[in-house]
């Protein structure tokens, strides 16, 4: 779910828009199955942007700030099924007197939204 407001106040060198956005994202699960191990909890983010724009519109200075309160989500789950993960202590795999590493574990990657940035745009129309 998004939202978003924008207000803007008009002067006589230009205009300011002062503009705001909230998104929520609910627990999303990543895989086809329902295992608790493969949901990401849910997370809201809230990003501001500030545009100044002088008369003729052909200069827009652009100041803003994305994930503004320091917000820790995920975009995505993933596993390494099968892999190289393998539980403590390991007793290993017997086969024909030959021991073998026995996989006893599934590695599980998450994708994280991104942290706080902010920036300064400048905008030139010819």
């Given at each position: 779910?998004?939202?978003?407001?924008?207000?803007?106040w008009d002067f006589a060198a230009g205009s300011l828009i002062a503009s705001a956005t909230a998104f929520w994202t609910d627990e999303t699960t990543y895989q086809p199955f329902d295992n608790p191990a493969f949901a990401v909890?849910?997370?809201?983010?809230?990003?501001?942007?500030?545009?100044?724009?002088?008369?003729?519109?052909?200069?827009?200075?652009?100041?803003?700030?994305?994930?503004?309160?320091?917000?820790?989500?995920?975009?995505?789950?993933?596993?390494?099924?099968?892999?190289?993960?393998?539980?403590?202590?390991?007793?290993?795999?017997?086969?024909?007197?030959?021991?073998?590493?026995?996989?006893?574990?599934?590695?599980?990657?998450?994708?994280?939204?991104?942290?706080?940035?902010?920036?300064?745009?400048?905008?030139?129309?010819?």
């Amino acid at each position: 779910m998004a939202l978003n407001g924008n207000y803007t106040w008009d002067f006589a060198a230009g205009s300011l828009i002062a503009s705001a956005t909230a998104f929520w994202t609910d627990e999303t699960t990543y895989q086809p199955f329902d295992n608790p191990a493969f949901a990401v909890p849910a997370y809201s983010v809230a990003d501001f942007r500030l545009i100044w724009r002088d008369l003729e519109e052909r200069y827009a200075v652009i100041g803003f700030v994305k994930n503004a309160f320091e917000e820790e989500g995920f975009t995505s789950t993933g596993t390494t099924n099968p892999s190289a993960v393998y539980g403590a202590p390991n007793p290993g795999l017997a086969i024909g007197g030959q021991t073998y590493l026995q996989q006893t574990g599934t590695a599980i990657t998450r994708g994280l939204i991104q942290p706080r940035t902010f920036g300064l745009e400048l905008q030139y129309r010819f």
